[in-house]
T-cell receptor
Framework: DAGVTQSPTHLIKTRGQHVTLRCSPI?????VSWYQQVLGQGPQFIFQ???????GRGNFPDRFSARQFPNYSSELNVNALLLGDSALYLC?????????????FGPGTRLLVL | AQSVSQHNHHVILSEAASLELGCNYS??????LFWYVQYPGQHLQLLLK??????LVKGIKGFEAEFIKSKFSFNLRKPSVQWSDTAEYFC???????????FGTGTRLKVLA
């Protein structure tokens, strides 16, 4: 079975630009979460979507937004990019939205902002 | 504030040595606890998790972890490491009333052959 897939794998942008990152969950999974992993730190929670509704949001500015589509895939959008947005962006999916469920991570999109 | 701390940032061991990686969390309520591993060039994978029952949890590849509620700890152990265990290990906690992981900063383990 295919795991969580993310596109693109790498991306280079300049300050002020906008970026869209994409995630396809494992087939049948209805929950998608986004995390930002800065070099040398653990992943930080950005958003969680379940059944196409936002169910949780981390401490990120309004420049970050996301959505989930009817097929449960998801997009993460970041506007007005800053140098500090350079990071690995991880998507994770789970079947439902339950605290004891395993979240399955994709390979990530590595974003570099120049 | 809810937080997770991993005290060992870098660990170097020889093959066959025993491993214990510390993980502590800040909150005293109900928690769900996870250890993830990231091998070089690969994505995060679940090693083991605890949400109820026996506080000693066994995971894949010979890893185990013990939940000690009184110490807010969930330490990862392996009796005898192998070169292939070289990776970064992350402790993650889901605190009561939430569904998001709070991750520790990770521990980079290098096993010398």
């Amino acid at each position: 079975d295919a795991g969580v897939t993310q596109s693109p794998t790498h991306l280079i942008k300049t300050r002020g630009q906008h970026v869209t990152l994409r995630c396809s969950p494992i087939s049948g999974h209805k929950s998608v979460s986004w995390y930002q992993q800065v070099l040398g730190q653990g992943p930080q929670f950005i958003f969680q979507y379940y059944e196409k509704e936002e169910r949780g949001r981390g401490n990120f500015p309004d420049r970050f937004s996301a959505r989930q589509f009817p097929n449960y895939s998801s997009e993460l959008n970041v506007n007005a990019l800053l140098l500090g947005d350079s990071a690995l962006y991880l998507c994770a999916s789970s079947l439902w939205m339950r605290a004891w469920e395993t979240q399955y991570f994709g390979p990530g999109t590595r974003l570099l902002v120049l | 504030a809810q937080s997770v701390s991993q005290h060992n940032h870098h660990v170097i061991l020889s093959e066959a040595a025993s491993l214990e990686l510390g993980c502590n969390y800040s909150y005293g309520g109900t928690v769900n606890l996870f250890w993830y591993v990231q091998y070089p060039g690969q994505h995060l994978q679940l090693l083991l998790k605890y949400f109820s029952g026996d506080p000693l949890v066994k995971g894949i590849k010979g890893f185990e972890a013990e939940f000690i509620k009184s110490k807010f700890s969930f330490n990862l152990r392996k009796p005898s490491v192998q070169w292939s265990d070289t990776a970064e290990y992350f402790c993650a906690v889901i605190f009561s009333g939430t569904y998001k992981y709070i991750f520790g900063t990770g521990t980079r383990l290098k096993v010398l052959a």
